[in-house]
């Protein structure tokens, strides 16, 4: 409570100085409080718009979105070429922080599910429903999850980016910093200069072993099926044969029991017609099985058939490798999860939507003092450089530093040897406390969002559908698996609550069940 006394003072003294000093401190008051405005003003920070740097751009390798500032940026090899504000997800809806890439684009989407919310220049990142896309900018957080760029800047970038590109949301602001460590990949000049012409070798290998695989399997069909037919042959003329001695060895008893010249003469003859037929019958049986012998080895056919099927697989998978050998590889190495996964896109179309991403490996990785966190750090290779690749690093999580991170972990030198020698542009390692989003499956790169941030835009979401993921046996089977167990500390993600229709211009919703 104000002391009564301490307030009269004041007014006291103003009676006592007159109108004159009344008006000079009010003037002063007002310069104060001007001053002071003005103070605050110039301390606020700008807030973000658009910019293209001043200088000839390459194609985009990463977006990197500021939750925090409400801006993204894109990057080529050399630096920073686009900025431009955005407008990301409401609290209770908040995009999520994380490590993401583009896996479809659509030029002009429309939800199915808020009256037909048109969400221009569409390039999703998840399956459950996040995405960037063409939107309007209020000047602040206002989305159901997504990230709404200007309407003009998503319409010229839409055909700039390819899926693929590395998108990084971050609570804060992130930008990539030059980056050299020993853990990185080294490619090798000879392996990259050679690797088109021996994934074309091994492709035309691989589609003449399929070739005569078909071959071997029609031929171990057709020997199956005329071996049927000609033991069902064998089976008719034995039981012919069986009939015609049947019938012999009754002639040969009507002839000894005749008692007379006339019986005994048509018992000659019934025995003659009846040892004609055995013998014919035994002729046409011996020749049957001669033929069958000679013509037909069904279990040699059948071996033929295998050992064709398992070259046709071996050429198969060769020839697969040495296609994605032509990729960037990404690399994700989870402290939660203490594995290691690689996934490379393979450009294959699905009739669901997006292209099919490859995920030949997982294996076990060392990382020393498991129980420390470690951050989450995004390595690219952004160009070829004299010792190999240029790179640079991404922190949005701090553990350790980027440095200190990859000299905790040791990668298996079989790994290394399988892709470090291909490594290309755009190859990336991301290394975190996180483990791997079950947003992650066969039509998504790396999915992971931190769990020390709002996850409202994945909560909110009804979860993609437990999908198939490549094979999780290590190297590279085509059957499919799934890369998640029990109890990996994945980020829950809740039941959605039952749909609404909304009046909200620009609703952001979920691909798959209305999108």
Known sequence: MANPLTTAQPTVAMRRWGPPAIVTLAAMAALTALTAGAAAREARPAPPTEAVAPREAGDPIMAIVSIKTQQVTFYDAEGWILRAPVSTGVKGRETPAGVFAVIEKDKDHHSTLYDDAWMPNMQRITWNGIALHGGPLPGYAASHGCVRMPYGFAEDLFDKTQIGMRVIIAPNDAAPVAFSHPALFVPNKEAIASAPARAETLAREAAEAAKTADEAKKAAVTAAREAASLTASLRKLEQLKARADAELAYADKALA???????????????????????????????????????????????????????????????????????????????????????????????????????????????????????????????????????????????????????????????????????????????????????????????????????????????????????????????????????????????????????????????????
């Open 257 to 515: 029991a005749a008692k007379t010249e006339q019986a005994r003469a048509r018992a000659e003859e019934l025995r003659q017609k009846a040892a004609s037929k055995a013998a014919e019958a035994g002729t046409q049986l011996d020749t049957a099985k001669a033929n069958a012998k000679s013509k037909l080895d069904v279990a040699a056919a059948k071996d033929a058939a295998k050992a064709a099927g398992t070259r046709k697989a071996d050429t198969a998978k060769a020839a697969s490798e040495a296609k994605l050998a032509l990729e960037p590889v990404s690399v994700y190495i989870s402290r939660a999860t203490q594995k290691l996964y690689v996934r490379r896109n393979t450009r294959k179309p699905l009739p669901d939507g997006g292209e099919m991403f490859d995920s030949s490996i997982e294996v076990p990785v060392t990382i020393r003092d498991p129980d420390k966190p470690i951050g989450t750090h995004v390595f690219t290779a952004l160009a070829r450089n004299d010792q190999g690749l240029r790179w640079s690093v991404v922190t949005i999580d701090n553990g350790d530093d980027a440095k200190a991170a990859l000299d905790r972990i040791t990668i298996p030198q079989d790994v290394l040897d399988r892709i470090a020698p291909t490594a290309l542009p755009r190859s990336s390692i991301i290394v975190s406390d996180e483990p791997l989003s079950r947003e992650t499956n066969y039509r998504t790169e790396f999915v992971a969002v931190l769990n020390n941030q709002p996850q409202g835009g994945f909560v909110t979401r009804r979860p993609t559908a437990d999908v198939t993921v490549a094979s999780r046996d290590g190297w590279g089977e085509d059957g499919f698996g799934s890369f998640f167990q029990p109890n990996w500390g994945f980020q829950p993600v809740n039941p959605p609550p039952p749909p609404r229709r909304s009046r909200q211009i620009y609703p952001q919703v979920q691909p798959g069940w209305g999108w």
